[in-house]
């Protein structure tokens, strides 16, 4: 075969090859309101490796076909509109927010960016109109089920705490001057034959702000405490748990997380199953769904956890009964 005969038939075969369009590589925003973004990793946290894990499943893989850009506000809340405009402004195809409080400050900061977000209550803080129909740029799931959870907080103090008759309730004020939060822990606490006694941060979460709120709790005596359940609370956990043993009272946590690091007990969602759903609407979204197309998605799957080691250690008594409807009781 002559040479120039060769080259045309490789010209030929080149021409008549498919031209395949190289994929778009999709950009989301992933902000959070306390882990640092170091650990914002499959490898360094559970619930982020569940994300991950079934955003491949759904077809998007991070180096591949997926940036991810990470941010996070490092349990300071007054940093949240700041960070809220500087993710708007890079122009993500997605944005992913954790934290309740978080995802108001980007609610008000874009329309049109359409947002994936974890957060507690969203219809009770305004940040969606309703679960079936979210409307607006916003969809994601729920971390709760909503006022009833807290009234079972207080039920299970009360099971835990036979003669409860007043609770310490630690919050920040923003978040104990919702209508809905604190009028559904006073719903609970009555039926339970209680008072609420507010611990309150101020709007700002710190070390100093805790220690202060503990020292408050010297004008006042109270059978348990429940801590609310702001994100923000998890960058200073260790010290919280600390504060809460000095103490020695009877306590309700947030997370089950607490009780991984010496609270007594809790009754929550399961985190990584959560983050396991958030992923199916932000990949949804990025194959071309419109959020308020898109249900928010409700916690179903609830955890009661007790850490009887905890229980010994500060000399309180765990009823037999509550010991055995726990799904996990830590030794």
């Not at 490898?43 to 569940?50: E, G, L, P």
């Not at 009770?124 to 089920?145: C, F, R, V």
């Not at 822990?185 to 941060?201: D, E, F, H, M």
């Not at 009661?304 to 037999?320: E, F, Y």
């Amino acid at each position: 075969m002559k040479r120039r005969d060769f080259v045309a038939g490789l010209m030929m075969a080149s021409a008549m090859r498919p031209v395949v369009a190289q994929e778009k590589m999709k950009r989301i925003a992933m902000v959070v309101s306390v882990t640092k973004v170091s650990d914002m990793r499959a490898d360094k946290i559970s619930f982020y490796r569940a994300f991950f894990e079934e955003l491949k499943r759904l077809g998007f893989i991070e180096g591949q076909n997926l940036v991810v850009e990470r941010y996070s506000a490092e349990g300071r809340r007054e940093r949240n509109v700041e960070l809220a405009r500087e993710v708007v402004g890079t122009h993500p195809d997605v944005i992913f927010v954790s934290g309740g409080a978080l995802a108001l400050a980007f609610k008000a900061a874009t329309t049109e960016i359409p947002i994936v977000t974890a957060a507690a209550d969203p219809v009770a803080i305004g940040l969606i109109q309703s679960l079936a129909h979210p409307g607006g740029n916003i969809t994601g799931a729920s971390s709760e089920a909503g006022s009833e959870l807290y009234q079972k907080w207080v039920e299970l103090l009360k099971e835990l705490v036979p003669k409860l008759s007043s609770i310490f309730l630690l919050a920040s004020q923003p978040n104990w001057e919702s209508f809905e939060f604190s009028e559904a822990v006073r719903a609970g606490a009555k039926r339970a034959g209680a008072s609420v006694i507010p611990i309150l941060l101020g709007s700002t979460f710190s070390e100093a702000a805790y220690e202060s709120a503990f020292k408050s709790m010297e004008q006042d005596r109270a059978d348990a405490l429940l801590v609310s359940n702001e994100s923000e609370h998890f960058a200073y956990q260790l010290g919280l748990v600390r504060l809460v043993a000095e103490q020695r009272l009877p306590a309700m946590y947030p997370s089950r997380a607490f009780v991984e690091s010496g609270g007594l007990m809790t009754y929550s969602n399961d985190v990584a199953d959560q983050w396991r759903r958030l992923a199916v609407p932000l990949a949804g979204i990025l194959k071309g769904k419109k959020p308020q197309d898109i249900p928010f998605n409700q916690a179903t799957k609830f955890e009661l956890v007790i850490n009887l080691k905890t229980a010994k250690s500060q000399g309180i008594d765990v009823p037999h009964l509550l010991l055995a409807r726990a799904d996990e009781v830590i030794e």
